[in-house]
T-cell receptor, first 112, second 115 residues
Framework: GNSVTQMEGPVTLSEEAFLTINCTYT??????LFWYVQYPGEGLQLLLK?????DKGSNKGFEATYRKETTSFHLEKGSVQVSDSAVYFC???????????FGQGTRLTINP | GAGVSQSPSNKVTEKGKDVELRCDPI?????LYWYRQSLGQGLEFLIY????????KSGLPSDRFSAERTGGSVSTLTIQRTQQEDSAVYLC?????????????FGPGTRLLVL
């Protein structure tokens, strides 16, 4: 079946630290990969996506590269800010389907 | 412009009662999704509507759950004979025409508590 496994949280970092949140997947088809973010008190937002191997999605200083050989889509940011504190979800859809399979989410807290 | 709106924002009900949750997508968006977010199960797909096509209902957990979308706009998710395990945040999302691969615009959700 299709599944997504995320780095367990919570993750706590200091401002300006380097961030990596690991995400690996298993898929029966050819997946598209996504990162969503949920800020405190707000709705879920699409952060970035990649639809084929070696594609890099990027937004708001975050990046993730679709690695087919390691079935991974790790989220990275070079210098985090307090405003990046949120819950981050990795997700996939298979063969163009609109149904997403989500990871369990990783809570990130950035301290000033 | 206005985003996806959902009502009510919170709903408390007794086990066995029926509930209706409403979603108003962004005007002009043809795709509409329902997901739910619970502590035990995380984020789960429920149902997907695209224009006039038959909806993808493959995520509905039981026949107590149903959804409809009237006039290609507003959608209602109905849960009959609610159970405590239905307690969750129910999220609606919509996409504009021509968007591929997953919902992009989520509403704030309806928090359902079944006592």
């Amino acid at each position: 079946g299709n599944s997504v496994t995320q780095m367990e949280g919570p993750v706590t970092l200091s401002e300006e630290a380097f961030l990596t949140i690991n995400c690996t997947y298993t898929a029966t088809g050819y997946p598209s990969l996504f990162w969503y973010v949920q800020y405190p008190g707000e709705g879920l937002q699409l952060l970035l996506k990649a639809t084929k191997a070696d594609d890099k999605g990027s937004n708001k200083g975050f990046e993730a590269t679709y690695r087919k050989e390691t079935t991974s889509f790790h989220l990275e940011k070079g210098s985090v800010q307090v405003s990046d504190s949120a819950v981050y979800f990795c997700a996939l859809s298979v063969d163009g389907a609109q149904k997403l399979v989500f990871g369990q989410g990783t809570r990130l807290t950035i301290n000033p | 412009g206005a985003g996806v709106s959902q009502s009510p924002s919170n709903k408390v009900t007794e086990k066995g009662k029926d509930v209706e949750l409403r979603c108003d997508p962004i005007s002009g968006h043809t795709a509409l999704y329902w997901y739910r977010q619970s502590l035990g199960q995380g984020l789960e797909f429920l149902i997907y509507f695209q224009g006039n096509s038959a909806p993808d209902k493959s995520g509905l957990p039981s026949d107590r759950f149903s959804a409809e979308r009237t006039g290609g706009s507003v959608s209602t998710l109905t849960i009959q004979r609610t159970q405590q395990e239905d307690s969750a945040v129910y999220l609606c999302a919509s996409n504009p025409p021509g968007t591929s691969g997953g919902p992009q615009y989520f509403g704030p959700g309806t928090r359902l508590l079944v006592l």
